[in-house]
């Protein structure tokens, strides 16, 4: 058989995720950014017979090609799409239409559900994977995280999964390093084992403490937001950051990706008045670029003279 299995590189969740399907297919790792996921389904070759794809968050402004794409597939493989970020049900349909089996929760991290797919193909230790991708994501209060939450040391899974995550803000942009990881998570092998990954979560440690500081410098509060453009590699971060150094319920983090492009990271509070995700989704869409995400976690790419805009129409409803 041979497997390819396509996860987000960003975060914990998605490397989590990718590393489940590879141990339960013994396929190929293939991780990508929202942008790239299409291109990253046509290097898919056609001798596959079982495709996975995770985490994604697919239901974007080029949703009809990402069908397209996995309906090609699915004419040679058993191809498997699962996903936790928001989706609607007619793309559901779509996809299922294509032949592409769908497993969708918002409630479980994309790491517990691809757990939750390949169980039986799977050893028992490997739900500290799936806990290790459900504390990053905040989702280990989830109806099967807190259940298998119950079986494990909670201190140990917070450890590890945090020094893991750490460690990819500090070194995830050098080539081959998040493969790696999911190698690795995929042979349950525990973050604090792998080779740099201690040592680079301190150093990490170092730079947010640093970060937190110039966050209050940089950045400009707009109504209930806070924004910053940044050059870190975890906009996320960056944005939560916002979050506690203005007192406001949403933070924007921007990042110059590729030129004249940015790419934004929203975080919100329980007090933020809409879902980041699906409002992101439309106003980034109107600005020319694409977005979605969660209810308080969630980003776009968007032109950067658009940034004001964007930051205007956000700044009205969140
Ligand atoms: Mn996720």
Not at 154 to 177: K, M, P, W, Y
Not at 204 to 214: M, S, V, Y
């Amino acid at each position: 058989m041979k497997a390819y299995c396509l996860s987000h590189v960003k975060d914990v969740d998605g490397l989590g995720a990718g590393s489940l399907a590879v141990a339960a297919t013994g396929g190929t790792v293939l991780l990508t950014g929202y942008d790239d996921v299409v291109a990253n389904l046509r290097k898919v070759p056609g001798d596959a017979d079982r495709v996975v794809v995770s985490d994604l968050g697919a239901d974007t402004a080029d949703f009809p090609d990402f069908v397209a794409e996995m309906k090609r597939l699915a004419g040679h493989a058993k191809v498997t799409y699962i996903d936790h970020h928001y989706m609607t049900d007619a793309a559901k349909r779509k996809l299922r239409k294509a032949g592409v089996q769908v497993v969708h929760d918002v409630r479980e991290c994309a790491s517990m559900l691809t757990y939750r797919t390949f169980r039986d193909s799977l050893p028992e230790e490997a739900r500290l994977v799936a806990l290790y991708g459900a504390v990053t994501d905040y989702m280990d209060d989830s109806p099967m995280g807190k259940k298998l939450m119950e079986k494990t040391d909670r201190h140990f899974v917070l450890a590890e999964a945090t020094i893991l995550s750490l460690a990819l803000g500090n070194r995830a942009e050098e080539q081959g390093f998040p493969e790696h990881v999911v190698e690795e998570l995929a042979a349950l092998k525990y973050p604090h084992e792998m080779a740099g990954v201690a040592e680079a979560a301190v150093r990490q440690l170092a730079l947010e403490a640093g970060l937190a500081k110039e966050v209050k410098g940089s950045g400009t509060k707009a109504g209930r937001l806070a924004y910053m453009v940044t050059t870190q590699y975890s906009t996320g971060n960056v944005a939560k950051l916002l979050i506690g150094a203005f007192d406001v319920p949403v933070g924007v983090a921007m990042k110059e990706k590729n030129a004249g492009w940015y790419e934004v990271s929203l975080r919100g509070t329980s007090e933020c008045r809409v879902h980041l995700g699906r409002t992101i989704s439309k106003v980034a869409a109107r600005l020319g670029g694409s977005g979605g995400g969660h209810r308080k976690a969630a980003g776009c790419r968007v032109p950067a003279r658009k940034s004001d805009e964007m930051i205007r129409a956000l700044a009205r409803v969140v």
